[in-house]
């Protein structure tokens, strides 16, 4: 069966620090990958999704990026955090987005 | 802007009774739709799907799809406190989901 592995769970990091959060999926070859942003009480931001090795789709320009070195690894990366960064952090994937998404645990994100 | 509507809540239930959740979609190219579960802190989970317009059952929950309309609803039969959460519905467009912002769902013991 596939899963879904996204860490670390809580993250608490000071403005202008780097970024790093990792996802990788298990059980399934070449994965649509997406992350997603959720502030408190609100909706989903998509900011970034990928269709395969090396190919990212940024959805919203920020200080964010993400990179796909593997097939089942999806990477979302900052070289500057900024306090608008907090947030939950959600990594999914699907085979198409016709049949769904499956999302990792996330990451609570606290930028002080 | 292809979008997703729901209304935001918060919808409070008295428990035992039926919960229904509403959302409305503008893609019409939209052939996927979908109710996710999100508790207070936690990731969503996917709850139901539907593809064809009409009802599709699961144990306490029927979702009900109207492509004519646009509309895509949830129903919560017997709703239980642990069904206290936020309820996202998505719809596929191309390579993605659109979402909803979601709607608060309070069941009252």
């Known amino acids: 069966s596939q899963t879904i592995h996204q860490w670390p769970a809580t993250l608490v990091q000071p403005v202008g620090s780097p970024l790093s959060l990792e996802c990788t999926v298990e059980g399934t070859s070449n994965p649509n990958l997406y992350w997603y942003r959720q502030a408190a009480g609100r909706g989903l931001q998509l900011l970034f999704y990928?269709?395969?090795?090396?190919?990212i789709s940024s959805e919203v320009p920020q200080n964010l990026s993400a990179s796909r070195p593997q097939d089942r690894q999806f990477i979302l990366s900052s070289k500057k955090l900024l306090l608008s960064d907090s947030g939950f952090y959600l990594c999914?994937?699907?085979?198409?987005?016709?049949?769904?998404?499956?999302f990792g645990s996330g990451t609570r994100l606290t930028v002080v | 802007q292809k979008e997703v509507e729901q209304n935001s809540g918060p919808l409070s239930v008295p428990e035992g009774a039926i919960a229904s959740l509403n959302c409305t979609y503008s893609d019409r190219g939209s052939q996927s739709f979908f109710w996710y579960r999100q508790y207070s802190g936690k990731s969503p989970e996917l709850i139901m799907s539907i593809y064809s317009n009409g009802d599709k059952e699961d144990g306490r929950f029927t979702a009900q799809l109207n492509k004519a309309s646009q509309y895509v609803s949830l129903l919560i039969r017997d709703s239980q406190p642990s069904d206290s959460a936020t309820y996202l519905c998505?719809?596929?467009?191309?390579?993605?989901?659109?979402w909803g912002a979601g709607t608060k769902l309070i069941i009252k013991p």
């Open positions: 990928s269709v395969g090795i090396g190919q």
């Open positions: 999914a994937w699907s085979v198409q987005a016709f049949y769904g998404y499956t």
């Open positions: 998505a719809a596929n467009s191309n390579y993605q989901l659109i």
